[in-house]
């Protein structure tokens, strides 16, 4: 029987030799793979890599399990075969008159019937792929330049991503003066000369913003042996660069440990009772809610929105039956809440300053109403900052959440906040946006990778369960990693703009229902971007995001699938696009495709960030984020 015990096979292309001559370019492509019984799920990855060279590799999708080495490819005529090295498992079959059907079976001590469908692209002729870019029906220019969105009958659509960003985006990051400075010491560890400076920093006087000063590190590498913790607002850590000679080196040593440590003491009271939702539906991206009493509410104020997570909706979702290795597994625990600024109020109308990127339906919390509270909420640091310096870990292969970590960034509590210019080599997980953080930056933060881990589970370049969070001009390098997801209650708006990874990651929603994330002009050169049900993955992921977007991608492979209720779009992708089953379900046929518009083609505008940020802010806001305002 075909076992995967493969995951712990490392995820490299392996080339395999090939016989025939003629015919490679017919085979090459990708292919979904379907058996009976026992059921597998495959996805095969077939590429032309020389004139008489086929590489080759399966990921076998209900295992999680990508990048499996294939070799000894032979092609005679219509007969196709290749083998699985680490099982020595290997598949037969016949190629179709049109080439986009392999008929075979799979070796694997007995033999088990298996078709390849062709998984095809979007056709790519001149006269289907001009110069000029294409509309999307979903969000697309209208007269005087405006946006124009599609709504669904509900009056769901598309929302504005553009408030995530340092203090609500369009807002350059402060350069901050420097108040102390520190040159590495000598010493086996310099974590406590660092911490003393930037204690320092922390009692001076703050200025304009609550900005007190930046304790800048100089070139050099500087010994960590433990962490680093920035407590109080407005201090920056900053150095002299994170690459090249006169590079600034944090280079961690002693026991794993995390790097540094960017945390407030959250805290938080109810001003006044709770009032409710009136409405009996809320549509995704909608900045208008009725309330039963909006008497005490007033602009400026933070308003706590609790979506009721009930037992009629966790069945509606079909998250009530998880099963994993005979054990229920328990998808979104408790209620969602939702913090946003109010805008204005005008009887019981209430106009928030952000979209709301999840819906709320009556129909599934019978008898009550989700609560709506006004809120003070304390604690939180602001105007906190690294800059300019690279981390670096001992390069080790370790199984992920077994084996102790060397992790770079945690931010917890923290407001109007950034990292910029950071570089990060073998840390495990590198960047780690907790959930009461919120409108923060990263930008131009790489992370390389270089021993994949031993493990199943991945770990992960940028995790984020905050909100207005911005992941600008990141790049990263490396295999069996998330580059960027989104964890459990993440309710965005989250984008990652631009952003360039390589390797055979991903970009996903991860786990537990997340909403409003935007991949907006980002590209993984080997690896896959997912909206989609990870079913009993995890410790029960289920469906990890919903009304989030993938806006002018490119990706090996797309799958974006629509959840119960909600919806999820790949526009303007270049990519092959997949269907898969909910992994650990008995269902025969894949789950729905999310909305898939434009495949193969990028459409107007480049950037649906940046141009939702022009229309609310102006030109000048995308500049003083280093864009040009067109």
Request: aromatic residues 6%.
């Amino acid at each position: 029987m075909f076992k995967l015990s493969l995951m712990v096979f490392t995820c490299l292309t392996c080339l395999g030799s090939v016989r025939a001559q003629t015919g490679l370019k017919t085979v090459a492509g990708d292919y979904e793979g379907m058996s009976g019984s026992p059921s597998f799920h495959l996805r095969l990855h077939v590429r032309l890599s020389s004139p008489t060279t086929l590489t080759g590799t399966l990921d076998a999708i209900d295992e999680d399990t990508f990048g499996i080495p294939c070799a000894e490819f032979v092609l005679s005529g219509t007969q196709f075969s290749f083998t699985l090295p680490s099982t020595s498992d290997n598949y037969k079959g016949e190629i179709s008159a049109d080439g986009n059907t392999i008929t075979g079976t799979l070796d694997v001590g007995h033999l088990v019937p298996l078709v390849f469908t062709r998984i095809v692209h979007a056709a790519n002729n001149t006269s289907e792929k001009s110069a000029s870019l294409s509309n999307s029906q979903w969000v697309h220019f209208g007269p005087g330049r405006k946006l124009v969105y599609a709504r669904t009958l509900k009056g769901d659509r598309i929302p504005d991503f553009s408030s995530a960003g340092y203090r609500g985006g369009g807002i350059a990051l402060p350069r901050v003066a420097t108040r102390v400075n520190v040159s590495p010491t000598g010493k086996e560890d310099d974590t406590p000369a660092i911490q003393t400076a930037l204690d320092r920093a922390a009692k001076l006087t703050p200025g304009a913003h609550g900005i007190r000063g930046a304790v800048e590190l100089a070139p050099g590498s500087f010994h960590l042996k433990g962490t680093l913790h920035l407590n109080v607002s407005g201090v920056v850590l900053r150095g002299a660069g994170s690459e090249g000679p006169g590079a600034t080196v944090l280079e961690m040593t002693g026991d794993p440990h995390l790097a540094i440590e960017i945390k407030g003491d959250y805290q938080w009271r109810e001003l006044g009772p709770a009032t409710t939702l009136t409405d009996s539906y809320v549509p995704a991206g909608a900045t208008l809610i009725h309330v039963a009493n909006a008497s005490g509410i007033h602009p400026g104020d933070t308003l706590a929105i609790v979506k009721p997570v009930t037992p009629q909706w966790i069945h509606f979702m079909g998250m009530d039956h998880l099963v994993r290795n005979g054990k229920p597994q328990e998808w979104v625990k408790n209620d969602i809440r939702v913090l946003r600024q109010i805008a204005s109020v005008e009887g019981n109308a209430v106009r928030l300053s952000v979209p709301l990127t999840d819906s709320f339906d009556a129909q599934f919390y019978p008898g009550t109403q989700p609560t709506v509270t006004r809120e003070e909420i304390t604690g939180r640091i602001t105007e906190t900052g690294i800059e300019n310096l690279k981390i670096l870990a001992p390069n080790r292969s370790i199984a992920y959440r077994v084996d102790p970590e060397f992790d770079g960034i945690v931010m917890n509590n923290v407001l109007d906040s950034w990292l910029s210019g950071l570089a990060f080599v073998d840390t495990t997980d590198s960047v780690h946006i907790d959930h009461n953080a919120e409108r923060l930056t990263v930008a131009n933060v790489d992370v390389t990778q270089h021993d994949a881990v031993t493990s199943g589970a991945e770990p992960f370049d940028f995790s984020v369960q905050g909100s207005q969070i911005l992941l600008d001009r990141c790049t990263g390098k490396g295999n069996s990693v998330s580059y960027v997801a989104t964890q459990s209650h993440s309710e965005g708006p989250v984008v990652v703009l631009h952003c360039r990874f390589s390797g055979d990651g991903v970009i996903e929603g991860h786990q537990r229902w997340s909403t409003g994330l935007l991949i907006d002009s980002s590209v993984v050169q080997g690896g896959d971007m997912y909206l989609r049900n990870r079913g009993i993955w995890g410790t029960g992921h289920g469906w990890t995001t919903g009304w989030s977007v993938l806006w002018n991608d490119e990706a090996n492979v797309f799958i974006v699938q629509n959840p119960p209720g909600a919806m999820n779009w790949v526009i303007g992708g270049k990519g092959a696009e997949a269907a898969i089953i909910m992994p650990g379900s008995t269902a025969k046929v894949a789950l729905p495709h999310g909305v898939i518009e434009a495949e193969d083609k990028h459409v107007k505008p480049d950037s649906l960030y940046l141009e939702q940020l022009r229309e609310r802010r102006g030109p000048a806001a995308v500049r003083a984020i280093g864009y040009r305002a067109e």
